[in-house]
């Protein structure tokens, strides 16, 4: 397949393994860039010289091009850009903050930048400051999300429109199916997080990959709006910030409670109870812990199949 | 096109237009049966009488199948039933309520029943209480909603595996594009509601309309979620259920304050200030208030174009 996202990558399949905080390491990213779709590192949770280490053993495990996501608000980004720059990182996807300075300095280096956004708003500001392509994540998607909570269905087909570099779906898509649909929308890509949580490669805690098998209908949802929105599976943690926030609690309050190190303990060390767990809606549909090829590899045959099924419907 | 929704409804096009209240009259219902799609009598804002009357200015108005919509905790529910019965119509939607009782009432008169739900938990339960179809509802859609959140590109695949007779997508779906992306999910059909109440033939007041195709992204929110979920635009009635929620009022403040008759204020009688005004999040792709059979065939072309386009991408 060719279209302007395979072209612009350099890859073989437009499935982007979105970058997660504690869950997409340099294993997840090689394994994921090596089948043939873009693998991310997550640089949220890293230390610079954890940074460091990852993009040196994504390069020694794979030929292949991959990223790393680089949240603007993350306090030492000027350290991981250096890194970004000293390891010729090819492309960088970029989240959570104003694209205005780092694009230019990231494309002035020869790099691809994407940056991913929630509302057609914030991908024209995004457009305008360069990047080359746009994610465009719904309502559905797991961790942090926009204040909008428009879905991706809603979401898609306006920033298709508003925009004139290719748009990549993001939120509530795990499999070929969802892919197809997204397509349909106007999508040229699509980047898929949990999915890929439950992957053999991710380095979420098992007992996270676990329980994002054990996650039906209804067990996440976007919560602390008051401070970050951010989509979790409904736990312990969870329930406790629920009875805060409908007792009128204030975002001070709320921000004490939730404190530092909550997704960390949840995700990275298993702390299913007072960790914060970051999923998306589409956990539902997540049943097996796999290699991450295999999900490609599903993904994309389903894809498809559904295309071929499209045509034949007219 | 032949399907299990078109011959189930006897329908040329599988494009269903929901049963709202304020905005769906006979006038709508009618237009877009006429144009090959199902058009819904919305009857949960109708007192007895004035069903009775719509109902026989429908049938007037066009010899194709029209369905009334049945939300089953309507207090006067029995004398809506009266009149289903008694006009031979041969369609109803039932919403908002069990389904357990009053399906097998209305299939041993001959009608074909359908559910409206947003969970596979009430699918498997209307399918169970032998309904024909089912209607599955995304969080982005206008109006009342589910307490889980799940948005149309996660509800249908879920749905679509876990039931055995045909589902309508429903919310986020007012293009030809949606309608390909809910088909690739599995749908056999959709149900529209936001682009219709934008359309010549709705009984909308034209303040609405209006204010329909102003609305843009971000401009929706599901609101007074500790009393029924209901997704409004962003007036002032809302402003002041929204500071009344972050102080943590109680269910019983939050239901004084909404009082009875905002819908009808809203909708129906054009005070865009203090009224209640229900629509999805699609509004914003809404630019043109026009006749339901021109959003009908523009839907049912860029649908097939879509299909078209998708078959090429193998």
């Avoid at 949770?45 to 790393?68: D, G």
């Amino acid at each position: 397949m060719k279209n302007r996202i395979t072209e612009l990558f350099g890859i073989e399949y437009p499935i982007i393994q979105a970058g997660m905080i504690w869950c997409s390491g340099w294993e997840l990213a090689a394994a994921v860039s090596n089948a043939g779709g873009l693998g991310i590192i997550g640089s949220g949770s890293m230390y610079p010289h954890i940074l460091e280490e990852h993009v040196q053993k994504c390069q020694a495990a794979t030929k292949q091009p991959f990223a790393v996501n680089l949240p603007l608000l993350y306090p030492s980004i000027d350290e991981h850009i250096e890194t970004i720059l000293k390891y010729k990182v090819p492309i960088v996807f970029t989240s959570a903050g104003n694209p205005k300075h780092y694009t230019s300095t990231l494309k002035e280096a020869g790099i691809t930048v994407v940056h991913v956004t929630a509302s057609l708003k914030f991908a024209l500001k995004a457009q305008a400051a360069g990047v080359d392509a746009i994610v465009s994540e719904g309502f559905e998607a797991g961790g942090h999300n926009g204040k909008d909570e428009t879905t991706t269905l809603c979401l898609i087909p306006v920033v298709c429109d508003g925009v004139d570099i290719p748009v990549i779906a993001a939120g509530g898509i795990a499999s070929g199916r969802a892919m197809a649909a997204c397509f349909a929308l106007g999508a040229e890509g699509v980047q898929i997080g949990s999915r890929f949580v439950a992957s053999i490669e991710s380095s979420a805690h098992d007992a996270f990959k676990k329980k994002v098998l054990e996650t039906g209908e209804g067990d996440t949802k976007l919560s602390l709006k008051k401070v970050v929105p951010v989509r979790l599976i409904k736990n312990q943690f969870y329930e406790e910030i629920d009875a805060m926030e409908k007792k009128g609690a204030s975002p001070q309050d709320l921000a004490l409670h939730l404190g530092r190190g909550r997704s960390k303990k949840g995700m990275f060390e298993g702390d299913m109870d007072n960790g914060e767990l970051e999923i998306g809606q589409i956990a539902s549909q997540i049943k097996e812990i796999k290699p991450a090829a295999d999900i490609l590899k599903e993904i994309w045959e389903e894809y498809l199949a559904t295309c071929t099924k499209m045509g034949k419907m007219v």
